[in-house]
């Protein structure tokens, strides 16, 4: 089971940016797939989403800016952040979880992580 997170960087606020994370090892439609971030001020659940039944859930940070969805095809889900803001900045990364409905944003229901991918914000 792998996660491998891509398309960090440094950006300007505003604008979009779309993070990629990468599943190989398990068929991730049938299980939820977190988004988190970790910045100085802690970690963040940001971002859920899982295709048996379709769910997604936001926190409420970020909810109208991003969006995530699946590509099965690709094995691949992503995180577009819209209307970035410099508190945006941290490492992103993507988990597997096993949880059944409603989703959560609790970390503890997510395992493995992929390594992350940092983004940072500049003003």
């Known amino acids: 089971v792998q996660l491998v997170e891509s398309g960090g960087g440094l950006v300007q606020a505003g604008g979009s940016l779309t993070l990629s994370c990468k599943v190989s090892?398990?068929?991730?439609?049938?299980?939820?797939i977190g988004w988190f971030r970790q910045a100085q001020k802690g970690r963040e659940g940001v971002a859920s989403i899982?295709?048996?039944?379709?769910?997604?859930l936001y926190a409420d940070s970020v909810k109208g800016r991003f969006t995530t969805w699946t590509d099965v095809a690709k094995n691949t889900v992503y995180l577009q952040m819209n209307s970035r803001k410099p508190e945006d900045t941290a490492t992103y990364y993507c988990?597997?979880?096993?949880?059944?409905?409603?989703?959560?944003?609790?970390?503890?229901?997510?395992?493995?992580w992929g390594r992350g991918t940092q983004v940072t914000v500049s003003s």
């Open positions: 899982s295709e048996s039944p379709h769910s997604t």
């Open positions: 988990a597997r979880g096993r949880l059944d409905p409603p989703l959560s944003l609790e970390a503890g229901h997510y395992h493995p």
């Open positions: 090892g398990f068929a991730f439609d049938y299980d939820a």
